[in-house]
């Protein structure tokens, strides 16, 4: 189901994009933020639309998270041959949680 929707995805950037924009063009659009669209109403600004998107990745992200967090608290304890205390538990739950919310904004 993720590889239908990511093709899914492909596809439509791949329309979406295709028009005939030259490369210059695109370096440009995308040399700062990956996540810029080159979607602009008349007037020059960005749709409301392209800001309902970006937030609800931002909420895929924020939520996402925890399931990725999880299996890398059950490594960390297969590593130290140790159960976590509850002290233990919330202290890397706090520091993973950050760490992959840091990398994912510097993204």
């Known amino acids: 189901m993720a ?7 492909g596809i439509f950037g791949y329309i979406a994009f295709a028009d005939g924009t030259s490369e210059e063009d ?16 008349d007037d020059g600004k960005t749709p409301v639309v392209i800001y309902i998107s970006l937030f609800g990745m931002m ?3 924020v939520f996402a998270t925890p399931f990725c967090v999880l299996p890398t608290k ?3 304890e297969e590593v130290r041959n140790k159960k976590f205390t509850p002290k233990e538990n919330i202290f890397w739950t ?4 950050l760490t992959v919310c840091a990398i994912s904004c510097a993204f």
């Not at 590889?3 to 995805?9: D, H, S």
């Not at 695109?26 to 109403?41: G, H, V």
């Not at 706090?94 to 949680?97: Q, S």
């Open 74 to 76: 059950d490594s960390i």
């Open 94 to 97: 706090i520091v993973l949680n």
């Open 3 to 9: 590889a239908v929707a990511y093709i899914v995805a």
């Open 26 to 41: 695109l370096d440009k659009y995308f040399s700062d933020n990956i996540l810029s669209a080159p979607y602009m109403t």
């Open 59 to 61: 909420i895929v992200v």
